[in-house]
Structure formats: structure tokens, C-alpha cells
């Protein structure tokens, strides 16, 4: 099945494609191909040039006539192995290739991985350490409105401005540095993944142009699944209102899980939308429409390990920020007393330890979670539209400069 947008790079003329797919793209064509046009399908066009010679893990060449295996390419035990060129092999992928292809990527390439995620984390958690610090030294409103049974609604006000002025600040700028991480990540993954490295340098610049673009689909996703979540609370929230307390609770009840259900399946839907964007260059609606058609047939498969590559995240970071978390409340003055004061611990030496935990932590969750997705995305158009012969053509692989040969590799996991 193909249902990529013609065989075009997005953003070539219209009038190029119907040739294209007439016979004049990669799979109709007779005409030689030179290195320069071996680019992937729907490939950004200022990908790398396809490597000169042999790559390390080049499929070999089938057997000649007449020798065992040949003509007998569905049984596995006569397959060539997948070409390899770089963090995965070319070919619909299992769970457990994609999350060690993530990590391949963080410790193949651990200079420019670990330097653009450490200077994102950096910058980000600076910012949210020194807002918490200016905001929230002020902490005794906090204490007084957890001692206060009947608080007004301006203590309230005054009580939680700083935390929610801090919290807004802190998040405006983890989507800042969320939106740059990701870009440049997965510019890195895609070149991986082709056998080649990437400076920090080139990544940015070949990430530069797609920002704006990125940061209004990181926005705008998280957008329409909180609104799914709303929508699903506005009735019971309605009949609270006109004083029907008990139906009006049960109605929210289930609102919230109608809608929390929603979002995850909006959430899924439109998960492959940055690396469609970063990739193929496209627009946001036209990225998140790639996305719907990627996962469409394939939602439970992206949402199962989407939501391991979660848990694996969430489990090295409480393993990093528990201790950092523990030292910082010693260290700190608050002792164990913190875990059951009534408000936060504000202090310059908890909130810097803890900060230097998320730091650590962010610079080694950052890559395993953009390298996860943009793998999905790859392995999605591996599986439907036979992304691997073009990767195999860029990377230089023998034996795919014609676009001819493909042998039927199973599929783990499928």
C-alpha cells in the first residue's frame, strides 16, 4: 500500500507529480539515477547526498540462479539479512529494534545527541529555577491559606499568583526549548538512521527553517486534547451549575473519562506529526494530516509503545530526581518535614540541587523520547509505503541504485 502524496518531495510543483507517478519517479523509471537524486520519498530534498561505495551493513547480493534460496525469498531461512546502514535495519521494524535504535542514536552519535539536549535542559531549567526562586520565596501566604478553613477568594488570589505566574513562565519556556530539542533531534535520527553524523551546527541549521512551523503543532495538539478533555466535563459542570449535585457529579465522572479517552486517541492520531513536519518539510495541518494517515489501521501498536517509551522515560527520570530531590530537602534545611509541610520548599539550595537533577535528567530523556518517535514515523512509511528502498538508495546500499531489488523480510512484532 502507498499513500504517501506522490512521489515528489513536498513542496515541488503539482504539474512534476502526475509524470512522477506515471513512470517517471522511482518505481516506473528505467532511466539511470544519479547519487544526487537518490533522495527518500517525501524526503526533505536538503538530506545529504547518498554515500559513495559499500556502507557497513549492506545487504549482500542474492545468490545467482540455480543455487539454494533462489526464487524461494518467502521462507525466512533463505532471506538476505536487511541492509544496515546506520542505527536500524531497513525494514519494518519490532518494538525492542525502535527504543535500542533510540538509544544507538543517543550513543552513536553521544557528542551532538547529548549537546543539544544538555544546552536545552540547561537553558529551560535555568529559567524555571531562577522564577521559582524570585516568585516563591514568599512562601507564608501558602501556609496561611492551608491553616485558613475559610479563605477568601483574594487570599486564594494572592496565595497562588506566584505559582501560577511561575508555572506559566516555566512552561512558555519548556515548549521553547521542547520545540528546539525536538526539531534538532530528529534531523539528527534521520541522518542516523542513513549511517552519517550530524554536527550541532548543521542540525540547527537544517532544523532552523521548520521552528515556527514545529512550535504552532506543539501547540496546537496539546490544544485540541485539552479541548477534547473540556468538552467532556461541560455537561456535568453544567448540571452542577443548576444546582444538580449528585447527577451533575456522576455526569462529570463519566465526562472526564469519555474525554480523557478522546484525548489519548487525538493525542495518538496526531503523535507522528513532527517528525512529518521536520522531514518531509511539511506545513502544521498537512503534517498532522500525514500523521492521521500513518496511524490509521496502526493506533494500538503507536499507542502501546508510545506509552513504554513513556514509562521508560518516567522511570529514568524519578530515578535521576528522587535522590537530587531527597539531597535538596537535607541540604535545604526542610528535612523530612518538607514531605508533610504545607507548602513547597522554595529555598535557593533545594531548588538548585533540583534543578541540576532535572538537568541530568532531561538531557538523557530528551533524545530516547524524539529519537522513539521519529523511528515510529520511519518504520510506519517502511511499512506502508516502502520507505526502505529509498533509505537504502540514499544511504549508497548496493544493490538499490535502480530502486528494483527488495526481498520480503518479516516483519517482528506485525
Do not use: C
Not at 189 to 214: I, M, Y
Not at 220 to 228: D, E, F, G, R, T
Amino acid at each position: 500500500m502507498n499513500d504517501s502524496p506522490g512521489w515528489a518531495s513536498p513542496g515541488s510543483s503539482p504539474a512534476d507529480r502526475p509524470s512522477e507517478e506515471n513512470g517517471s519517479g522511482a518505481s516506473g523509471s528505467t532511466s539511470p539515477q544519479t547519487p544526487s537524486d537518490q533522495q527518500p520519498r517525501n524526503w526533505s530534498a536538503q538530506q545529504p547526498p547518498p554515500a559513495q561505495g559499500q556502507g557497513w551493513g549492506a545487504a549482500p547480493p542474492p545468490p545467482p540462479p540455480g543455487q539454494p534460496g533462489w526464487g524461494n525469498w518467502n521462507a525466512t531461512w533463505h532471506q538476505a539479512p536487511a541492509a544496515k546502514p546506520g542505527v536500524i535495519p531497513l525494514r519494518p521494524l519490532g518494538v525492542g529494534e525502535i527504543l535500542d535504535g533510540a538509544v544507538t542514536t543517543m550513543r552513536a552519535h553521544w557528542r551532538t545527541v547529548l549537546g543539544i539536549s544538555l544546552a536545552v535542559a540547561i537553558v529551560t531549567q535555568v529559567v524555571a529555577t531562577v522564577v521559582s526562586g524570585l516568585w516563591l520565596q514568599g512562601s507564608s501566604d501558602l501556609e496561611a491559606l492551608a491553616n485558613d478553613p475559610n479563605p477568601t477568594s483574594d487570599e486564594i488570589l494572592s496565595a497562588t499568583s506566584g505559582t501560577l505566574g511561575s508555572s506559566a513562565v516555566a512552561a512558555v519556556v519548556g515548549i521553547l526549548g521542547s520545540v528546539i530539542a525536538t526539531a534538532m533531534l530528529t534531523v539528527v535520527v534521520s541522518r542516523a538512521v542513513l549511517g552519517r553524523g550530524v554536527s550541532t551546527g548543521e542540525a540547527w541549521r537544517d532544523a532552523r527553517p521548520q521552528l515556527l512551523r514545529l512550535l504552532g503543532l506543539l501547540v496546537l495538539v496539546p490544544l485540541m486534547v485539552s479541548l477534547v478533555i473540556l468538552a467532556g466535563a461541560v455537561p456535568g459542570f453544567a448540571l452542577l451549575t443548576a444546582g444538580a449535585d449528585g447527577p451533575g457529579v456522576a455526569l462529570l465522572l463519566i465526562g472526564l473519562v469519555i474525554g480523557l479517552a478522546g484525548a489519548v486517541w487525538v493525542w495518538v492520531r496526531f503523535s507522528l506529526s513532527p517528525p512529518a513536519l521536520m522531514l518531509e518539510k511539511q506545513g502544521v495541518l498537512t503534517s498532522m494530516r500525514r500523521s492521521g494517515k500513518l496511524v490509521r489501521g496502526s493506533w494500538w501498536r503507536i499507542f502501546g509503545i508510545q506509552l513504554l517509551a513513556y514509562i521508560l522515560v518516567f522511570i529514568v527520570s524519578s530515578i535521576i530526581q528522587m535522590p537530587t530531590t531527597f539531597i535538596g530537602m537535607l541540604a535545604g534545611g526542610e528535612g523530612t518535614s518538607a514531605f508533610t509541610g504545607t507548602a513547597p520548599p522554595t529555598g535557593w539550595t533545594f531548588l538548585i540541587i533540583t534543578g541540576i537533577g532535572a538537568v541530568v535528567s532531561s538531557t538523557i530523556t530528551l533524545p530516547i523520547s524524539a529519537g522513539v518517535t521519529a523511528l515510529l514515523y520511519l518504520d510506519q512509511r517502511i511499512r506502508r509505503e516502502a520507505l526502505d528502498l529509498e533509505l537504502a538508495r540514499a544511504a549508497g546500499v548496493p544493490g538499490y541504485g535502480d530502486g528494483g531489488m527488495r526481498t520480503d523480510h518479516p516483519t517482528p512484532g506485525s
